[in-house]
């Protein structure tokens, strides 16, 4: 299977994953500007009469194409799920530190909403099932559980990250180098 191709706008600003064949269209119609990356799919067309060779599209992991997207994406708070809170959080317990298949995560929110705590980034963290019955309706301080790490809001390309599965060690490199610095290297091994 073809891993998604990172597509920038103009200015090189990332702005989604795209499938092979939505890249190929965009090369076809002169959309692509530049490229980046390596080349990571070759599409074979028919074959030429006059030439009598097979015709070709190579495809890169990462493409520019024209226009540049009006809202600025870095501004943006990027929706909240369970799948990307979990891989932000790199599937572990903020509360205990094990690590966890998802299945056995929850949401959990640092001030409940019971309490007047609200369904966003910075209020919620991946724990375990047990961590978040023994916390139960409480505040980390009412529970007496030390919360390990501060929640935060992905950045646009943090998000790209957390989004994708499959991503290319060009394309983690290229996004890598839009990360906020957070006093120290964001790591996704």
Not at 41 to 66: F, K, M, P
Not at 122 to 138: F, L
């Amino acid at each position: 299977m073809i891993p998604p191709i990172l597509r920038l706008d103009v200015t090189g600003d990332p702005t989604t994953w795209i499938p092979w064949q939505e890249a190929a269209a965009l090369y076809v119609k002169e959309k692509v500007t530049w490229t980046a990356g390596n080349t990571i799919y070759r599409v074979r067309g028919g074959i030429s009469r006059l030439t009598g060779r097979q015709s070709h599209l190579d495809l890169n992991s990462i493409i520019a194409c024209e226009g540049k997207v009006t809202r600025y994406k870095y501004d943006l708070v990027p929706p909240l799920n369970n799948r990307e809170l979990f891989h932000r959080d790199r599937y572990t317990c903020l509360y205990c530190m094990g690590t966890f298949r998802d299945s056995q995560l929850t949401r959990d929110h640092v001030v409940p909403r019971c309490q007047g705590g609200d369904d966003s980034w910075t209020n919620v963290v991946t724990a375990c099932r047990s961590c978040n019955q023994r916390k139960d309706g409480r505040t980390p301080e009412e529970a007496e559980m030390t919360l390990l790490a501060v929640p935060y809001v992905p950045n646009y390309a943090e998000w790209l990250v957390l989004k994708n599965r499959r991503i290319l060690e060009d394309q983690m490199e290229f996004l890598k180098s839009r990360f906020r610095r957070r006093g120290e290297e964001l790591s996704f091994s």
